[in-house]
């Protein structure tokens, strides 16, 4: 199994997270703005050089305004269609 930022599912996770900030309508630095974090740390996360915890994505998805449980379905949905 591969391991780090380049697993399959991580880089779905990424997409993922990249796709529900710019449907919030928000650029990096409003989300960091709104995480009350610097827009490096978005970027980090966006490019899977950071990790985020199950805390840290309920975080993301509150400033997202995209309810937790609808995250994890939609990622659910691309895992099962292989990421796409």
Do not use: H, N
């Amino acid at each position: 199994m591969e391991k780090g930022a380049l697993q399959p599912e991580r880089v779905v996770l990424r997409k993922l997270l990249r796709e529900v900030r710019k449907e919030a309508g928000l650029r990096q630095v409003g989300l960091a703005e709104r995480l009350g974090r610097p827009q490096s740390f978005v970027s980090d996360v966006e490019k899977g050089q950071r990790r985020v915890d199950v805390l840290e994505l309920r975080e993301i998805c509150v400033a997202c305004e995209i309810p937790l449980a609808v995250f994890i379905a939609r990622l659910e949905a691309w895992l099962e269609r292989g990421g796409a």
